[in-house]
């Protein structure tokens, strides 16, 4: 039997669609008048016959989300505010199904998915992630929901088994492609994919070098960190960093490539600050894009513990390119993954973040707000900041603030009550991170006035 097939199988023995002979063998999964006959059900079987019928192979097997933990722990808050809360249910998971990924509400608290492009390890991953946000985002607890892998025996009998917890799956990732690196390592130069890879991955760092920036503790006056930037120079003679080295819309091969190269190149530097005795600390950019795939995550992982070899404490990880409606969860997800490999996270937020509230209790040190895009009106800059600062005291987190290119944005930053500052006003770009340094409010005109000589 094909594992199309094996799919319409289940989902009959489930109790989905009517043409089941099963339909009343699991009293908890059996079907209801109401759902063989609903016109939903029907539109759902016609969705799963198009997806199948799209895709080349599909795994044998569905995944099961079941929030009644959640309904347990809300009690008549549930019932109360059950369509809302059907509403959030729907509305993350829909965030998280591509295309030929489909979802339904089996009951008041069960929710079935079709992940046919995902094999059994990424679907129990993609389904945990997903469950997780659901939790943290209702009950405000990433504990209170079960996944369940559903699939079949070869006597056709329905095999019902819980799916390990996320962190275990990621481990179990990392380790996998550990043994396979080690395994593999005589013959990997060998194979003409990975050489096609490498070479990919050299033409999209072609011309970009990395740089550091300063980043100044405000309350001690104390230069300890310096961040790792990625910079292209452009025809004119300009620099582009970050991300935008290529260019407005980089693709996510592209992010995933300089994250891995960025790592690389702070494992180098931090070599000579230890051979030379300095003892200041490196930090690493890493954008959501890289985070938001569990296996690329894996990899990075992986690429981290070769690299820094247990020297974890002198690396900060430095999150980029959070959206606005990510979910507490999945930003506790990140967190939860890279603090291991780290001394803290912290978290690089635009101006066009109003909220912080999606950051409380995720485990970040501190949220940073990138003036650069902010735009060239400093009165607006100097609002922001100041309601920025505001929302971070009133979650008791610390706060930094990227991009201060003026005294005066300098001065706010200080008076407004910043933890970290960093920006040209303080310091240039420079090629190498040096040791820890006291910082003295006259050094910022001397900077100033080196970039107007530039």
């Not at 659901?134 to 405000?140: N, P, R, Y």
């Not at 930053?413 to 910082?439: H, R, W």
């Amino acid at each position: 039997m094909s594992e199309k097939n094996v799919i319409k199988d289940i989902f009959s023995k489930l109790g989905f669609f009517s043409d089941s002979e099963n339909t009343n063998q699991n009293p908890k999964f059996s079907s209801s008048e109401y759902l063989e006959q609903s016109r939903e059900l029907r539109l759902f079987e016609a969705r799963v016959d198009n997806v199948l019928a799209d895709v080349t192979k599909v795994g044998g097997h569905l995944f099961l989300l079941d929030f009644s933990g959640i309904k347990a722990n809300l009690g008549d808050k549930w019932t109360k505010s059950r369509g809302h809360i059907d509403s959030q249910i729907k509305s993350i998971i829909l965030k998280n199904l591509s295309p030929h990924e489909l979802h339904f509400k089996k009951d008041d608290t069960t929710y079935i998915l079709l992940l046919p492009d995902l094999d059994l390890l990424e679907g129990q991953m993609k389904s945990s992630a997903i469950a997780e946000d659901v939790s943290q985002t209702i009950s405000g607890v990433s504990a209170h929901f079960n996944v369940e892998v559903v699939t079949m025996s070869d006597e056709g009998e329905l095999v019902r088994v819980n799916a390990p917890s996320l962190g275990h799956l990621v481990n179990s990732v990392i380790d996998h492609l550990e043994t396979t690196s080690t395994d593999g390592q005589s013959d990997e130069m060998d194979n003409p994919r990975t050489q096609g890879e490498v070479s990919k991955t050299n033409q999209l760092l072609e011309g970009i070098t990395f740089v550091y920036r300063p980043l100044l503790s405000a309350q001690t006056k104390i230069i300890s960190t310096f961040i790792c930037i990625p910079v292209r120079e452009l025809e004119a003679g300009q620099l582009k960093s970050g991300y935008s080295v290529f260019g407005k819309n980089p693709k996510a091969e592209e992010i995933q490539a300089l994250d891995i190269a960025c790592v690389s190149k702070v494992a180098r530097e931090l070599e000579d600050l230890i051979k030379t005795e300095k003892r200041s600390l490196l930090a690493i950019p890493i954008h959501v894009e890289t985070l938001q795939d569990i296996i690329v995550r894996a990899a990075y992982i992986k690429h981290c513990r070769e690299k820094f070899k247990g020297r974890y404490k002198r690396i900060i990880f430095e999150i980029i390119g959070l959206p606005k409606d990510l979910s507490k969860a999945r930003i506790g997800e990140f967190t939860s993954t890279l603090k291991p490999f780290c001394r803290v996270v912290i978290a690089r937020i635009s101006t066009h973040h109003k909220k912080l509230s999606a950051v409380v209790g995720t485990g970040l040190h501190a949220v940073g707000l990138d003036l650069f895009e902010g735009g060239d009106d400093e009165a607006q800059l100097m609002k922001e900041m100041d309601i920025f600062v505001g929302a971070a005291r009133q979650i008791k987190i610390k706060c930094y603030v990227e991009g201060v290119h003026s005294r005066s944005l300098f001065m706010i930053s200080v008076t407004n009550g910043f933890d970290y500052i960093c920006g040209s006003a303080l310091s240039g770009i420079v090629k190498n991170a040096s040791d820890i340094k006291e910082f003295k409010l006259e050094q910022m005109y001397v900077s100033i006035l080196e970039s107007w000589r530039r």
